[in-house]
């Protein structure tokens, strides 16, 4: 989200009103994601669309998709490159993932599928390589990718590795939103329902209702995860959930064609995702597949820390607090 300053350098909300997929709103931004779009490419990023989301000042840029590797890497980068340019406009760019309530947040949904064999090769969408950054130009291409429909069945049904891998994801889901929702800010995500921001472990053709969704053939969208993740761990977490949905051939179950919320009311039980982040973390450290994910000392740096972020949190008194409880006679 591109926000405004105010005059001791603050938020002061987004730069355009929030109105998804308006060309007005967009346009007033097109100095800035232009600028952003020439950083980008000059850092090997393959930019190919673009609209403004739901939020104030919220633009989506897409880059095109790699090894799970260059695209962290990528992502990396893109996160500097706004903040050089909201330093050059004189605006904050915000991936904190609920500034606003009442709104839609920002999240980061992976699109994901799984790969055998491809090329490597080098694009520079027309400029000099300069000297040392040959790799970042460096795209897989070709292959061919498991999680394709098999040719006698559904052609919205993802391949039997699809389906395994989604049903590791699912599997693995509490522990995976310990990694995908990491602050304490996330959860305001999944609180404020009605948003788009999933809640529960199912998966459908094109259901935004659900955690999971296939959202082409030969992907799926894991939604449960937002613009402050680490991409590197979430990458790691996925692979490991992927894994161990292949070597014990997990079945997702059947996709769910309805409004999950009404499909629940009807009957049906759905795993609901961790509501905070300490609840998140407990699951985390229940699952040892996603924990490898983690290796070395790495696991137990990231609980200490996320742990004692949760801790300070609920050792501090809010604007929630004040408003609420400063004139309460009880």
């Given at each position: 989200?591109?926000l405004?300053?105010?005059v001791?350098?603050k938020?002061?909300?987004g730069?355009?009103?929030?109105?998804?997929?308006?060309?007005?709103?967009f346009?007033?931004l097109?100095?800035?994601?232009?600028?952003?779009?020439?950083?980008?490419?000059?850092?090997?990023?393959?930019?190919?669309?673009?609209d403004?989301?739901?939020?104030?000042?919220?633009?989506?840029?897409?880059?095109?998709?790699?090894?799970?590797?260059?695209?962290?890497?990528?992502?990396?980068?893109?996160?500097?490159?706004?903040?050089?340019?909201?330093?050059?406009?004189?605006?904050?760019?915000?991936?904190?993932?609920?500034?606003f309530?009442?709104?839609?947040?920002s999240?980061?949904?992976?699109n994901?599928?799984?790969?055998?064999?491809?090329?490597?090769?080098?694009?520079?969408?027309?400029?000099?390589?300069?000297?040392?950054?040959?790799?970042?130009?460096?795209?897989?291409?070709?292959?061919?990718n498991?999680?394709?429909?098999?040719?006698?069945?559904?052609?919205?049904?993802?391949?039997?590795?699809?389906?395994?891998?989604?049903?590791?994801v699912?599997?693995?889901?509490?522990?995976?939103?310990?990694?995908?929702c990491?602050?304490?800010?996330?959860?305001?995500r999944?609180?404020?329902?009605?948003?788009?921001?999933?809640?529960?472990?199912?998966?459908?053709?094109?259901?935004?209702?659900?955690?999971?969704?296939?959202?082409?053939?030969?992907?799926?969208?894991y939604?449960?995860?937002d613009?402050?993740?680490?991409?590197?761990?979430?990458?790691g977490?996925?692979?490991k959930?992927?894994?161990?949905?292949?070597?014990?051939?997990?079945?997702?179950g059947?996709?769910?064609?309805r409004?999950?919320?009404?499909?629940?009311?009807?009957?049906?039980?759905?795993?609901?995702?961790?509501?905070?982040?300490?609840?998140?973390?407990?699951?985390?450290?229940?699952?040892p597949?996603?924990?490898?994910?983690?290796p070395?000392?790495?696991?137990?740096?990231?609980?200490?820390?996320?742990r004692?972020?949760?801790?300070?949190?609920?050792?501090?008194?809010?604007?929630?607090?004040?408003?609420?409880y400063?004139?309460?006679?009880p």
């Amino acid at each position: 989200m591109w926000l405004k300053k105010d005059v001791d350098g603050k938020p002061n909300g987004g730069v355009t009103k929030p109105n998804c997929y308006q060309i007005d709103q967009f346009e007033e931004l097109r100095p800035v994601f232009l600028r952003v779009i020439e950083y980008s490419r000059a850092m090997g990023l393959d930019m190919i669309q673009g609209d403004h989301e739901d939020a104030p000042g919220q633009l989506e840029l897409n880059f095109q998709f790699d090894d799970a590797l260059r695209t962290a890497d990528r992502l990396t980068t893109y996160r500097q490159i706004c903040a050089q340019v909201a330093r050059e406009f004189n605006l904050i760019a915000c991936f904190m993932t609920k500034p606003f309530m009442g709104v839609s947040a920002s999240g980061c949904h992976h699109n994901l599928s799984l790969w055998r064999n491809g090329d490597e090769q080098v694009k520079t969408f027309g400029m000099e390589t300069l000297p040392g950054l040959e790799g970042c130009f460096t795209y897989r291409k070709g292959g061919e990718n498991t999680f394709l429909p098999q040719p006698d069945l559904d052609k919205r049904l993802p391949g039997t590795i699809g389906l395994n891998c989604i049903g590791g994801v699912i599997e693995h889901l509490g522990a995976l939103t310990a990694i995908g929702c990491s602050t304490v800010n996330s959860y305001r995500r999944l609180w404020d329902t009605g948003l788009w921001a999933p809640v529960y472990a199912d998966w459908g053709y094109q259901n935004r209702t659900c955690g999971l969704r296939v959202s082409a053939p030969g992907r799926f969208e894991y939604r449960a995860v937002d613009s402050m993740v680490n991409p590197y761990l979430m990458a790691g977490a996925i692979l490991k959930a992927f894994d161990d949905g292949i070597k014990r051939n997990l079945d997702p179950g059947e996709p769910e064609s309805r409004n999950l919320y009404e499909a629940m009311e009807a009957g049906k039980q759905v795993k609901k995702l961790p509501m905070s982040l300490g609840d998140a973390i407990d699951r985390l450290s229940e699952d040892p597949v996603i924990q490898s994910a983690l290796p070395g000392e790495m696991y137990s740096l990231y609980t200490w820390y996320k742990r004692d972020e949760w801790e300070k949190f609920l050792a501090t008194t809010t604007s929630w607090d004040i408003e609420t409880y400063l004139d309460c006679l009880p």
